[in-house]
């Protein structure tokens, strides 16, 4: 940190009133992802603890010789596993972001609300600002090249 | 007169107390008359008197009778505690200060007046010497030649007086007019510059094109999934989604603009100031969009995960 970097940048009222409602909706943003994420995390949690219960007790339940009504076609063990690190991966990411965008919005806060060190703290701001739409970017370009590949080119039929 | 059959009296009293505790070392017939001749400096170095004090208080400016020479050099007379802090009651182990009775004026005096006899001090030296060697008289000049000075004033009052100061800096910060905030002491050009060091600027630049980045894809996307109506498999939803996914983009785009000039142009604080409300815009829709989705996720998972176990 240098020594530059510890001045007091002279914010007026409106200024000030754009930096809160940034640092307001940056966290609300970055609770959402949170939960969002956890969210993702925890269904899951629960698809793959059902499935590896239906696994398990599947012999039992395998003397019916009846049709079953929804058929969903031949999945390996291999797509699933994929299509579970994916997810795992894309919630993690999420996760990141909120954490960083919660950050970036107490750093806001501290610019606006304390009397020194407030370019110090804008730094730190749009330094976490940055990285979290460096992941946004990175998560953006993956679904798209996702979405590309499963509906346009078709891979995976 | 007065002040010496007082001194003479205390001295009387106490003889070996007051010798035994003056730091300069000098008899204390000397300081005595050094005291009555420094009578006419320190007049002058007296804070003038206030219209709510009472006339009655007049012998309490002057020097008293039975105390120390040390408290003469005390510009704060009355309502001091050190007043009665004579040979019957114990000296104090720090001045109080000189407190709200000294007016701005007259402690800027005093403090030139330390300053410019901090210059003097071989003179005063010499003078003593002068003193001694000619005779008591010697040491009382006629009229000083300077107008300020504590020239006369003993050292342990000297030293006092400076101890004094130093206490009250918090209540000379008050006297003195308030400074003016950095901001107004920017001149007209400089408002509005934000001094960013190379680290600061590396950020903004690279805040700037990452936004842009992500602004590119959204506008992408959403264009694709608009469009998407448009070719067959898409529906009204999709358009939905695709029109905010460009309003996100818009305002995405503007934003990193307005990050880019801000290392291109004098105005930082305002080009920085307008990205961050612009970029507060596409959070505030992008968390609206994700806490929609969220709501039709849990109602879609809840929905789907009853259907599943009805059936």
Not at chain 2, 151 to 157: D, E, G, L, N
């Amino acid at each position: 940190m240098t020594t530059r970097s510890l001045s007091r940048i002279p914010f007026d009222p409106r200024e000030e009133r754009v930096l809160s409602g940034l640092a307001r909706w940056m966290g609300l943003l970055g609770r959402f992802q949170i939960v969002a994420a956890v969210f993702v995390f925890v269904v899951l949690l629960g698809v793959t603890g059902l499935v590896t219960t239906a696994e398990v007790i599947e012999p039992a339940s395998n003397a019916s010789t009846e049709q079953p009504l929804v058929s969903i076609g031949e999945v390996s063990r291999t797509a699933v596993a994929v299509v579970v690190a994916v997810v795992v991966g894309f919630s993690l990411i999420f996760l990141r972001g909120g954490m960083l965008l919660i950050s970036g919005a107490e750093d806001l806060e501290h610019v606006v609300q304390s009397h020194d060190l407030g370019q110090h703290h804008l730094e730190e701001a749009l330094g976490r600002l940055r990285r979290y739409f460096v992941l946004e970017s990175l998560f953006m370009a993956a679904v798209a090249a996702a979405t590309y590949a499963a509906t346009i080119a078709g891979w995976g039929t | 007169m007065a002040d010496e059959r007082g001194e003479a009296r205390s001295e009387a009293e106490n003889p070996g107390e007051e010798e035994g505790k003056r730091p300069s070392g000098l008899p204390p017939a000397e300081s005595t008359a050094r005291r009555v001749a420094n009578a006419g400096p320190r007049e002058r170095l007296r804070p003038p008197r206030r219209r709510s004090e009472p006339p009655g208080d007049e012998d309490d400016a002057g020097p008293k009778a039975g105390s120390d020479p040390k408290d003469d050099a005390e510009p704060k007379a009355d309502a001091d505690p050190r007043d009665g802090a004579g040979p019957d009651g114990p000296a104090p182990a720090r001045p109080p200060g000189l407190g709200a009775n000294l007016t701005t004026s007259a402690r800027l005096r005093l403090q030139l007046a330390l300053d410019h006899d901090e210059d003097d001090e071989d003179d005063d030296e010499d003078d003593r010497a002068a003193a001694n060697g000619e005779g008591r008289a010697a040491t009382v000049p006629s009229a000083p030649k300077r107008p300020t000075g504590l020239k006369h004033v003993t050292t342990s009052a000297r030293h006092r007086l400076q101890l004094a100061l130093d206490e009250d800096i918090d209540e000379l910060e008050a006297i003195r007019p308030p400074r003016l905030p950095e901001a107004s002491r920017l001149s007209r050009r400089d408002v509005g510059h934000i001094p960013f060091d190379e680290e600061g600027q590396k950020v903004v630049r690279s805040l700037s094109r990452w936004v842009a980045f992500c602004g590119l894809l959204t506008l992408t996307v959403g264009a694709l999934t608009g469009l998407s109506y448009v070719t067959g498999p898409g529906s009204v939803a999709h358009v939905v989604v695709g029109i905010l996914a460009c309003a996100l983009s818009v305002w995405l785009l503007a934003a990193a603009f307005s990050f880019h000039r801000v290392l291109r142009d004098r105005r930082q604080q305002h080009h920085l100031v307008n990205g961050l409300g612009l970029l507060r815009s596409a959070l505030l829709l992008k968390a609206i969009l994700l806490f929609s989705g969220m709501v039709l996720g849990c109602f879609t998972f809840s929905i789907g995960a009853a259907l599943l176990f009805l059936l």
